[in-house]
């Protein structure tokens, strides 16, 4: 089938802008002026009229979490239900009373955060949820991801009290006398997620495609996407959940597995398997291991060189040790596989910095294309790491909306003036995410926060010298993107060869007011030249 769009506003990514576009069955074969578009109809084609509406290569969302925000669409949302902690408590009781639970089934939910209560500015913890119910166990994941509290119930089944060990790399929190309050924190997760039911082979399937669903609607076509620690299901159940979607004619994004592999023995058993770094289909492949190196800022779990301005007594978690981290990242880069490490806090970008390092000088590679996500908390010194060793930055602008209300306060105001360095970053390589479900993967509003560097309500600037342009930030949710999982050579810009991959928006952001490009409405999403997303409002055929 052949489709030829006239009358829009185009940008080709590489080309500049066009007025129209010809899609035949799954690629690109001509973007120009309508007049030559027009000539490339046959008697199977169809023109549709754009009506001046702007089109752009589909989103490619660098860095989030498909499978876990695909869950979190079946659980308690709090996101919009913390400002204060009676909030969510009276936002969860009235969620169990409309959604009642079979007798020991749990309770789950996500998206507090204790910045924004208006009442105790604390963590939840167990003493909290015991009035949400007693009956049945909660949990609750902060925001971050980073962080969760469970009730007493919890806690009994779980069989943790004063007696029970910390675990490496995490810890869960006591009270003076040695109880636990039911706060969990990093590699303390664990502990509780294991203990809950894990999903089936179809419910997997079920929180994928609800995941795409969203994703299409918010223009995305890629996702990169970290799956493999959501449940304890293993990876190869979670590569046959996507698999059989793929099979059935079901997926509707483009996935990049960025596979977590926390420990060295569950590296070898994958690259074993026959996994490495661009196995699989243009729908689902493997990418780069990925690493879980430090918390979050807002946990005050981000792994700092110095301690925290407002809790002097904490510097952060640290997940591996260097020997661990030199260990991991050196298999992965000499059996075929990059390498994409979460760090937000300085100090644990200081240590992969050095892993990179010691394994380019070891075993050099010029295309490596090793990255580091979210990239924060950074300093001159590290700034350099990336540009000397091409270091790929997954960046998250939506981050800003949250973060400008406490970096400052988290790590004081001098050091604050080297984070968040998207427009240093992007000059020499970075694609941009949502780090869904942290924050909603809605590229447009992220779009707003890279190029304003204001919250969404238009606090700030922060560091309006680190603003990118329109064209940088669409850039960075596109082209980058493909560019961050080898794959710029067929998607990720709008130009004859590629796949037609694209989504079609009301308003041009090019000439919107930028603190109003959130407001931006994606009317209709293609991947592979075939519509898997329509607003109500119709692009005339």
């Not at 007693?134 to 919890?154: D, E, F, M, W, Y």
């Not at 996507?242 to 960025?258: A, I, M």
């Not at 020499?428 to 924050?439: N, T, Y």
Request: hydrophobic fraction near 35%.
């Amino acid at each position: 089938m052949r489709t030829i769009y006239i009358h829009g506003i185009i940008d080709t990514m590489t080309q500049g802008m066009a007025r129209a576009m010809v899609v035949d069955d799954r690629n690109v074969i001509y973007v120009g002026e309508n007049e030559v578009a027009l000539t490339y109809q046959n008697d199977n084609s169809q023109v549709v009229d754009l009506e001046g509406c702007f089109v752009t290569a589909g989103f490619n969302d660098s860095h989030m979490h498909l499978l876990g925000y695909g869950s979190t669409l079946y659980q308690l949302q709090l996101a919009e239900h913390t400002h204060s902690i009676q909030d969510v408590i009276e936002t969860a009781r009235s969620y169990l009373a409309a959604h009642p639970l079979k007798e020991g089934e749990w309770l789950r939910g996500r998206g507090w955060n204790h910045d924004y209560f208006s009442d105790e500015k604390r963590f939840l913890n167990r003493y909290d949820l015991d009035k949400i119910s007693t009956q049945h166990p909660i949990c609750l994941i902060r925001a971050c991801g980073h962080v969760c509290v469970v009730n007493s119930k919890a806690l009994d089944i779980l069989g943790i009290d004063a007696s029970t060990s910390q675990v490496e790399g995490g810890r869960f929190d006591v009270d003076e006398k040695g109880q636990p309050l039911g706060i969990f924190r990093e590699n303390a997760l664990g502990m509780v997620y294991n203990a809950i039911p894990q999903p089936t082979l179809e419910q997997l399937k079920e929180m994928i495609l609800a995941s795409c669903r969203s994703l299409n609607a918010f223009g995305i076509t890629s996702s990169q996407t970290d799956d493999f620690e959501t449940f304890d299901v293993g990876y190869r159940t979670i590569i046959q959940a996507y698999q059989e979607l793929e099979q059935e004619g079901l997926l509707t994004v483009k996935v990049n597995e960025q596979a977590q592999l926390p420990t060295l023995a569950k590296l070898k058993q994958f690259i074993a398997d026959g996994y490495t770094s661009n196995v699989g289909s243009e729908y689902f492949k493997i990418g780069p291991l990925k690493l879980l190196g430090d918390g979050s800022l807002g946990a005050r779990t981000a792994y700092l060189t110095y301690p925290y301005a407002d809790d002097p007594e904490a510097k952060g978690i640290l997940c591996f040790d260097q020997k661990t981290l030199d260990d991991l990242i050196t298999y992965a880069h000499t059996h075929g596989m990059y390498v994409a490490v979460h760090c937000i806090g300085d100090g644990i970008m200081k240590m992969v910095m050095l892993s990179y390092r010691k394994v380019l000088s070891q075993f050099p590679k010029t295309d490596h294309r090793h990255g580091i996500v979210h990239c924060q908390i950074t300093d001159e010194g590290l700034l350099e790491d990336f540009e000397d060793m091409q270091i790929h930055a997954y960046i998250q602008p939506i981050f800003l909306d949250y973060d400008i209300h406490i970096v400052e306060k988290r790590i004081g105001k001098q050091k604050a003036a080297k984070t968040y360095q998207f427009k240093r970053l992007y000059n020499q390589h970075a694609s941009s995410g949502s780090d869904a479900p942290v924050e909603l993967p809605d590229v447009l509003a992220g779009m707003q926060c890279a190029i304003t560097r204001c919250t969404l309500n238009n606090e700030g600037p922060f560091i309006p010298s680190e603003a990118l342009t329109v064209e940088e930030a669409l850039r960075s949710y596109t082209l980058e993107g493909a560019y961050a999982s080898f794959e710029e050579k067929i998607k990720g810009s709008l130009e004859a060869g590629k796949r037609a991959d694209f989504v079609i928006l009301d308003q041009n952001p090019y000439t919107t007011a930028p603190s109003h490009i959130k407001d931006i409405q994606v009317l209709a999403t293609y991947l592979d030249g075939r519509e898997v997303y329509r607003r109500t409002r119709e692009v005339r055929k």
